[in-house]
């Protein structure tokens, strides 16, 4: 699916509410729906990343520049085995670019200014796109995912960005790019019982 299609169907704009505290880096609001081989319906529900602090160091020499993360899961996400919980939340980006992203030649509208929208190389034999929207300069989010993983027992997972309000201290986490690793781990294995924790 081209980039443009992908803007049209998600109709992507959310409005900045409430103020930040110094010790509030703000959030990034997703929804999430999941399939699993074994269950008959959808598992859903909202997801919320949380950016933490770039970690204090002390080495004078280099001044630290990566932040953190951590999720907040909600509604029937909340009841996801451990397991399950972190093979989702090996799908998520928050960093700058990286040699697998590529910027693509359209941007859309997010919170009040214009952002740029950013694809991601996807490895061969896994059925899936992600894309990338730009939240702050120089630091990319994931803002949109769908893949389907046939004889895993996640068979399919679609992730959508509902909007964010972010500190201008928000830096890139240290493990931000998460989810290149991933895909590239979920194409290099054979499917399997049970499910495997990719980040």
């Known amino acids: 699916m081209e980039a443009r299609s992908i ?20 959030q990034i609001d997703y929804r999430v729906k999941l399939r699993l081989s074994d269950e ?8 919320r990343l949380h950016p933490t602090p770039i ?42 670019p990286e040699p697998r992203t590529r910027q693509q030649s359209v941007s859309m509208n997010l919170e009040g200014r214009a952002s740029s929208l950013w694809s991601v190389e996807i490895p061969a034999g896994l059925q899936a796109y992600a894309y990338l929207a730009e939240v702050k300069p120089g630091v990319l989010a994931l803002h949109y995912f769908s893949g389907v993983f ?20 928000v830096a890139p986490a240290e493990d931000g790019a998460r989810l290149l690793r991933s895909l590239r781990n979920l194409a290099q294995r054979e499917p399997q019982e049970g499910v495997e924790v990719i980040h």
């Open 40 to 47: 008959s319906r959808a598992v859903e529900g909202r997801l």
């Open 55 to 96: 970690a204090l160091t002390a080495n004078r020499v280099k001044k630290a520049r990566l932040g953190g993360w951590r999720f907040e899961l909600q509604g029937d996400l909340a009841r996801l085995s451990p397991t399950t919980k972190a093979w989702l939340e090996g799908l998520f980006y928050l960093s700058g």
């Open 150 to 169: 046939p004889g895993r027992e996640i068979a399919s997972a679609e992730i959508q960005m509902e909007g964010f309000r972010l500190s201008p201290a």
């Open 7 to 26: 803007l049209q169907a998600l109709g992507m704009s959310a409005m900045l509410c409430g103020s930040l505290s110094a010790a509030d880096l703000g």
